[in-house]
């Protein structure tokens, strides 16, 4: 199993502790471009059950993802909603990238 599935399971584990899940969602966007990973931060990123914390963290990874593409992906981010999208759009002004 490769860093980013191990990381991915741990994200996705509602069982996980809510520190474990948000230093694996920092660090997915840390280490991989996957669409695997994108789809599991905005999984989460969306899910109203998970503490703010980490789906902040989330928003945030997903637009790192972004920034080192050098392209905001505008059907992701559309589908964001509350911190995450918050945090997201932060980070994408902050690089200056363009939102389209």
Known sequence: MDQATALIEILLDKTASDADRDDAAID???????????????????????????????????ARIWVRQNQVSREKLALLTGIALEEAVGII????LDLG
Do not use: F, H, P, Q
């Not at 989460?44 to 998970?50: H, P």
């Not at 002004?93 to 200056?96: L, M, S, T």
């Open 28 to 62: 997915l966007g840390d280490i991989s471009d996957d669409e695997e990973v994108e789809v599991a931060l905005l999984t989460v990123a969306n899910d109203e059950g998970t503490d703010e914390m980490i789906r902040a963290s989330c928003g945030e990874s997903l």
């Open 93 to 96: 002004k902050n690089e200056n």
